[in-house]
């Protein structure tokens, strides 16, 4: 009968921190016998009114974490919506550029489709099971530090913060966005010349003026979404600048495919891929991509400063109503 | 959700918080665990002794109770005892109670509006 009593009293005890053991373990003792006592007194057997006497006091892990003073969840409410929102951000954001630069660099290494696709899903599975671990890690210690979540932000909401629904409006969020692919296609550029192959993917023989002259367009369109972040207004001239630009960057390239001087001739060769002929298809698909890229580009950026330009109302899905607030 | 746990979702809510101020009001008369779970439930408050036991803990170290060990009995018994800050505490919690308990009176009772609107 008292083992049962000794095993409580241990299991509450094994989960409480060390220095207040032995006054938690003399103070809960004392309890029980009061309630076993009280229980036989009313009539109660010895056998069951411990019994009872521990089946009211219940779960000893939830009685310990009580003592203790632990919160029963891993991520508090201080802490929910950061944690949250950075989840969200890595796995929708960071996780595919991941996923699409392992993808390349396996493209690259002359793997068959079976094994693109084999590094795409193992590559989203470890990454994304990284990226969750680690964050509610960092997260769940934090919230157990007692690190209050407001002194993460840099200061309390208000009003200022609320999103902008008017139709083209920037934020210096969206212009970094926009300086990251170009500078990202720049990067790229170079580092194929020395790393990821054994020989250099694209043909070296440009660097004497073409793949240099792509280099200082690309500047230029990382440049554009500053310029325009800087003016403040979506016109003609923005919607021209950025046609312009597309056209300066897609035609070289198309170009230079469609004579067969955009791929490495040494790195074509080193690529086996049986039956089909791999300058034939890269070519399509570089060609392919360029002109989409370029067309949805120059499109995309035509409508939005269109509707900026007009103060075009954004619709709000749902309450068949309509944002409208004109541009200043 | 059947309406017997909604009910008891609300009661749960509105009684939280009550067991503070009874604790401190109760131990204005030194007291242990199983004596103030007794007096408690005696008193009609819905209590249990895993919420109880570490409450006292709670309050002790928030300086709201002293405690100490009363080794006189064969049986050795942490007495806690409410002090002058918990006392403060207490009467400004039961202070907001009976501000809480007229509003709402108020409110339920319909003449009250009426004669009121009527003026």
Do not use: C
């Not at chain 1, 921190?17 to 076993?36: H, K």
């Not at chain 1, 521990?54 to 632990?70: M, S, V």
């Not at chain 1, 570089?286 to 995309?300: F, G, K, Q, R």
Request: charged share 20%.
């Amino acid at each position: 009968m008292n083992s049962l009593i000794d095993r409580y009293v241990f299991t509450v005890l094994r989960r409480v921190p060390e220095q207040q053991r032995s006054d938690i373990e003399q103070e809960l003792r004392t309890s029980i016998d009061d309630a076993v006592d009280a229980r036989v007194g009313s009539g109660e057997a010895p056998d069951t009114a411990v019994e009872q006497a521990l089946l009211e006091l219940g779960d000893p892990d939830r009685l310990a974490d009580g003592y203790a003073g632990r919160p029963r969840y891993l991520i508090g409410p201080e802490f929910y919506q950061i944690w949250r929102r950075m989840l969200v951000m890595l796995l929708s954001t960071v996780l595919p550029v991941v996923v699409t630069v392992a993808a390349v660099i396996r493209v690259l290494d002359q793997a068959t489709i079976g094994e693109v696709i084999g590094t795409v899903v193992g590559t989203a599975l470890t990454v994304g099971a990284h990226m969750v671990f680690w964050v509610t890690l960092i997260f769940a210690l934090l919230d157990r530090a007692g690190v209050a979540g407001p002194q993460l932000r840099r200061k309390p909401w208000s009003p200022d913060d609320l999103p902008h629904y008017e139709a083209g409006f920037l934020t210096p969020a969206n212009t970094a966005a926009a300086v990251v692919w170009p500078v990202l296609l720049i990067a790229g550029l170079v580092l194929q010349q020395f790393g990821f192959t054994e020989a250099p993917v694209l043909d070296p023989a440009n660097w004497s003026f073409w793949w240099p002259y792509l280099i200082g367009v690309l500047i230029l369109e990382a440049l554009y979404p500053v310029w325009l972040l800087r003016r403040g207004a979506w016109t003609h001239t923005a919607t021209a600048v950025n046609a312009a630009l597309a056209v300066l960057f897609a035609a070289p390239v198309i170009w230079l495919a469609a004579t067969g001087r955009f791929f490495n001739p040494e790195w074509i060769a080193s690529l086996n891929w049986g039956a089909t002929d791999p300058l034939d298809w890269l070519t399509g698909v570089v060609i392919v991509i360029t002109v989409l890229a370029a067309i949805w580009d120059v499109v995309e950026v035509g409508v939005r400063a269109e509707r900026a330009r007009r103060g075009l109302a954004t619709p709000v899905p749902g309450t068949g109503r309509e944002f409208t607030s004109p541009l200043s | 959700m059947t309406m017997d746990a909604t009910l008891s979702g609300h009661l749960q809510e509105l009684r939280r918080g009550t067991v503070v101020v009874a604790s401190l009001t109760v131990l204005r008369e030194p007291g242990y665990g199983y004596s103030l779970l007794e007096t408690l439930s005696a008193a009609g408050f819905e209590v249990e002794a895993n919420t109880l036991y570490p409450l006292l803990r709670r309050l002790e170290a928030q300086g709201l109770l002293t405690s100490s060990w009363n080794t006189d009995e064969a049986r050795p018994r942490k007495f806690y005892r409410t002090t002058e800050q918990g006392d403060a505490i207490a009467a400004a919690l039961r202070g907001e109670w009976a501000r809480l308990d007229k509003a709402v009176g108020d409110l339920d009772t319909p003449t009250g509006t009426t004669a009121g609107s009527e003026q």
